[in-house]
Nanobody, 126 residues
C-alpha cells in the first residue's frame, strides 16, 4: 500500500520556522521525486517545492525561494521541507506527493504526481 505521510505542521509566528517531514512507503522511493504543495482556504493549490530522489534537482516557487529548503534522506524514505522566515501568506494545508522521476527535473505541476498524502496544517500568525 502506497503511503505518504506529511507531518510537522503547527502554529508559528511571522518570521518563525517549521520543518515538515514527508515519510513514504509502498513504492520504490528512489524512482520518484517528491513535491510539496499547499492550499489555502479559497485559493488554488500551489506547487511550493520539489526534490528529486537523487538530490540533483530541486524547484522552489518564487514566493518561497531563499526561505524554504527541501532535503532528502533516502535511507529513511523521507523528504523534509525546512520553512524559514514564515509569512502569514504561508498559512495553508501542506501536502507532499510523489511523481515518477524522469532524471532531468521535478515538477511543480500537480497532475503529474501519482501519489498524494494527507496534508498537515501550517498556520502563521501575524
Amino acid at each position: 500500500e502506497v503511503q505518504l505521510q506529511a507531518s510537522g505542521g503547527g502554529l508559528v509566528q511571522t518570521g518563525g520556522s517549521l520543518r515538515l517531514s514527508c515519510s513514504a512507503s509502498g513504492f520504490t522511493f528512489d524512482n520518484y521525486a517528491i513535491g510539496w504543495f499547499r492550499q489555502a482556504p479559497g485559493k488554488e493549490r500551489e506547487g511550493v517545492s520539489c526534490i528529486s530522489s537523487d538530490d540533483r534537482n530541486t524547484y522552489y516557487a518564487d514566493s518561497v525561494k531563499g526561505r524554504f529548503i527541501s532535503s532528502i534522506d533516502n535511507a529513511k524514505n523521507t523528504v523534509y521541507l525546512q520553512m524559514n522566515s514564515l509569512k502569514p501568506g504561508g498559512t495553508a494545508v501542506y501536502f507532499c506527493a510523489a511523481e515518477l522521476y524522469s532524471g532531468t527535473d521535478c515538477s511543480s505541476y500537480g497532475p503529474t504526481y501519482d501519489y498524494w498524502g494527507q496534508g498537515t496544517q501550517v498556520t502563521v500568525s501575524s
